[in-house]
């Protein structure tokens, strides 16, 4: 499996989870973003697979700006995949 699976992965795990913690209100989260770069880096294998780990505050500020992009694009493939390329490009050693 490749790095960006592993890390597709990771945030596939990190969006199942805060589906569960955000279950009372269906998942609505406005700061879905800090969630995931806090689950991501102190829950999940990413800084390993990055080979550093990113200063939470970028990855979160990364996870926002690649929403907007990945919606604005309305590409073909999953937010995952879209996400991960990018995550590794950006905070990769």
Do not use: C, K
């Amino acid at each position: 499996m490749s790095t960006t699976d592993q890390i597709a992965t990771l945030l596939h795990q990190a969006a199942e989870t805060h589906h569960i913690v955000y279950a009372d209100t269906d998942g609505d989260d406005p700061d879905w973003a800090s969630f995931y770069s806090d689950w991501l880096l102190r829950h999940s294998e990413l800084s390993r697979l990055l080979g550093a780990e990113p200063v939470r505050s970028h990855l979160t500020a990364e996870l926002v700006a690649l929403d907007e992009r990945y919606s604005a694009a309305n590409p073909d493939g999953d937010w995952e995949h879209f996400y991960a390329r990018d995550l590794a490009e950006r905070f990769a050693a």
